[in-house]
């Protein structure tokens, strides 16, 4: 499958998708159609067990949306971007599979809510992340006012998007945004570590807990719990847990067939 505004390599078990329109790789319908594209075949492709997104050149992973794009549009055009980049970034975050964010500069706006939609968030020391969109008239319209909520709390998110100020890599680190800040030299290294040792974990586990946390947190406790016995359950049956718990009790290292 051929993409225009994004790469995707496949090596190892592990998918790397980089943002390229760049120097600062801005989100316009066409990335975000191509993303859902690129999403569905890895969805489809046994031999990618690990995920990486990234942006082209050293400046930005996405340094928001395309204002030149989105200038002109009426109510109704509007509703159609968003509900775009919805679709690719519920994609994303849906993912059967691990999906790791390398922050390589600027995450601004939509580059912030592409990051939300990632399981991991691994930032360069020269990463910023922000919600700008208050200075723009305008309020984050693919997930920011849902995921970063979630994720770092109603207090802290409100003070990042009534705000609109950009914080740094290592700010974003003490707010619980982002995982980890490495040097950026480093950065590429380090997502494909992790991604390396996600790749060697069980993939029927991982789709479970991956499902059990991502639906759970919107369900009261009660039917959260349920939700994860059945996930627990379902991997009960694989042939892995059979694999995982026999080599525990043999003491010797599992070999999972993804089964």
Known sequence: MSYEVIQLTKENGVATITLNRPPMNPLNSQVFRELARAIDELDADSSVKAVIITGSGEKALAAGADITEMVNLSPVEAYAFCQISRTAFEKIENLRKPVIAAVNGLALGGGTELTLACDFRIAADTAKFGQPEINLGIIPGAGGTQR?????????????????????????????????????????????KLAQKLASKPAIAMKMAKEAINTGINLDISSALTLEIQNFVTAFASEDRKEGMGAFMEKRKPNFTDK
């Not at 409100?158 to 290592?170: C, P, Q, R, S, T």
């Open 148 to 192: 970063l909520a979630r994720l770092i709390g109603t207090s802290k998110a409100k003070e990042l998007i009534f705000l609109g100020d950009i914080i740094d890599a290592a700010t974003a680190e003490k707010l619980g945004l982002v995982n980890k800040v490495v040097p950026a030299a480093l950065l590429m290294e380090e997502a494909r």
